[in-house]
């Protein structure tokens, strides 16, 4: 059995993020969701968990600022006991990394995880002549994520794995304290996935992780928090509801194992309970 203590967050004593938001789209009854309360503690990765539809991709956009032009967009953020952030703050402080790794396969390795540097220089800069110390930067992050030799490749020459390494190198060098990731590793096999999330727990282990999955496993192997995501009607009204779900005392990254394996089975009949 669990123990109730092993459903508390690691976020007991920690500073966080208070999130709250509802979002409703135009020419629609029901609100994706309405007064979500998020808890975001710093410098931990907590997995948002639910099926297909539920709105969490939704909610990873709307931190994002992709939601402006929706019928109702409400967004108020808290920095633990201080007064309100200003949206534009915290958006400030986000990398985001999508479920597609949105390369530009016409472009070489080092300058797609220099894209967002390249769009800041002004029209008329030669291509490609980017600041030393930027480019040797990009070189240490390609290093990291095993692909420095691949530099001048181009992605459209690089295996699914290899582009999502590209991708998460991208998100590095932006050196944001906040990360949004929204199911970066689902398009992958389950070998190249494990590497992944393992070699995402370690590059991020000084960042505010959002991780949005559906996979309980992935949750369980990445989270220091887990938090189900799941909506439900009572009395004609859709309710949303943010609750913490069990996790093993081991430090994430976890190795799958006995211990996972059988918090996995347990998620999963939560999961099930709560459709």
Known sequence: MIQSNQLASYSDTQDEYLITASLKY???LDYVYQDVELRLPFNQVTCLLGQSGCGKSSLLKHLVGLHKSVFLNE???????????EIKS???????????DLLLPWLSVID?????????????????QFDPTLKNRALSILEQVGLADKADNQVSTLSGGMRQRVALARTLIQDKSIILMDEPFSSVDAITRDKLQQLSCHLFKDKTV???????????????????????????????????MPLPSSVPP?????EVSGYHSQLMQIMQARQ
């Open 254 to 258: 976890r190795n799958i194992g006995y």
């Open 26 to 28: 135009e020419q629609h």
């Open 112 to 128: 797609n995880v220099l894209l967002a540097y390249d769009l800041k220089r002004p029209m008329f800069t030669k291509k490609n």
């Open 210 to 244: 959002l991780l949005v999955t559906h996979d309980p496993l992935e949750a369980l192997i990445m989270g220091h928090q887990v938090l189900h995501f799941s909506r439900h009607t009572k009395n004609e009204t859709l309710f949303n509801r943010l609750a913490p």
């Open 75 to 85: 967004l108020a953020i808290q920095k633990s006991d201080q007064a309100n952030l």
């Open 90 to 100: 915290f958006q400030e402080s986000l990398a985001y990394m999508a479920q597609q």
